[in-house]
């Protein structure tokens, strides 16, 4: 069992990530991509991932990354800084500039259940050269295994968060972090996460904690093993049908882009899918007008009901209304 300790500052300072963070979803599909779990939702993503990187002469270069990252267990907490919040270039730059004593710590962790190749040794010594070489590793993978999907991806977290925000609003905080997982417990003053893979404490000091909705965690909620590390609690969110391809598809990608707007146009009508797709990002009620080939009547209706359904947001500037997408819209544009 995970046990977390909240002082009442670590209360006011417990915050979700702004969106799925790249970094954590790269890192633990690699776990889900090489484990023995039979998720229907992934299993086509499993399979395509896997052919694409057989495939590909740099395939190789990825040696060191995946013995980072075992199927099972301990992977070393350099590769999930927490700088990655702020996006995918910024969790590398981290990666790189890892401290060589953070290095060597980590990965004589990881040698004690695991067998890593000789490359590992230059990079517990911090070499640049060997740094270098994993982070592009990380991005090649992320362009074979996660871009091709990321707005799935993006719904679902975002999804998520408009979730737990309702959660917050009508449980306060301890309804939200017991809605995190089913083995999610709280405790007067600490939180329990049952059926956790070893028995430890972690006591967030006045620091607060952030916590990632996650895409590919899978089975119970991730912190990371150093308590000395800013305090990052993963968890898992609904995949929302995952990336399983519609029938008759046959490339390792989502469904197409085309077929995605179809579906939506039937589901809401094509003028309302494009009023939808115009404010991707952000668009005012002349602009949709003349986009759309519309009168400015008819855009401020179906504007007004797409925010009734909490798709939109729409905020008056002077004598323009922009409106742009809520989390729930932008997770239906994407799905």
Not at 29 to 58: C, K, M
């Amino acid at each position: 069992m995970l046990t977390i300790h909240f002082s009442r500052h670590d209360i006011l300072r417990t915050r979700i990530a702004p969106t799925a963070d790249p970094v954590w979803e790269l890192v633990l599909s690699l776990h889900l991509l090489r484990g023995r779990g039979g998720d229907p939702l992934l299993a086509h993503w499993r399979q395509g991932v896997a052919r694409e990187l057989r495939r590909d002469v740099a395939s190789e270069r990825l040696r060191l990354l995946l013995a980072l990252s075992p199927p099972r267990g301990y992977f070393p907490d350099f590769l999930t800084p927490y700088d990655s919040v702020e996006g995918f270039e910024a969790g590398l730059a981290a990666v790189r500039s890892t401290p060589a004593a953070r290095l060597h710590q980590d990965l004589t962790v990881l040698a004690g259940a695991n067998a890593l190749p000789s490359s590992a040794a230059a990079l517990a010594r911090g070499e640049p050269e060997v740094l270098r070489h994993l982070t592009d590793s990380m991005a090649h993978y992320r362009s074979v295994a996660l871009e091709p999907f990321w707005g799935r991806i993006r719904a679902a977290v975002e999804a998520d968060r408009t979730r737990r925000a309702r959660v917050l609003l009508d449980g306060g905080m301890e309804g939200l972090l017991t809605s995190l997982h089913p083995t999610v417990r709280w405790e007067s003053d600490r939180l329990e996460i049952h059926d956790y893979p070893t028995s430890r404490e972690l006591r967030l000091n006045d620091r607060g904690l952030l916590l990632v909705p996650s895409f590919f965690c899978a089975r119970t909620p991730v912190a990371l093993l150093d308590p000395a590390l800013p305090p990052v609690l993963v968890y898992p969110v609904d995949r929302l049908g995952g990336l399983a391809p519609t029938a008759g598809a046959g490339s390792i990608g989502p469904v197409g882009e085309e077929a995605g707007r179809e579906a939506l146009a039937a589901l809401i009508g094509r003028t309302r899918a494009a009023v939808l797709e115009a404010s991707d990002d952000g668009c005012t009620t002349g602009e949709m007008s003349r986009r759309l080939a519309i009168s400015a009547a008819a855009a401020s209706q179906h504007t007004a009901v797409l925010r009734k359904a909490g798709l939109l947001v729409s905020q008056r500037d002077r004598n323009r209304v922009l409106h742009t997408l809520t989390p729930l819209g932008r997770a239906m544009l994407d799905a």
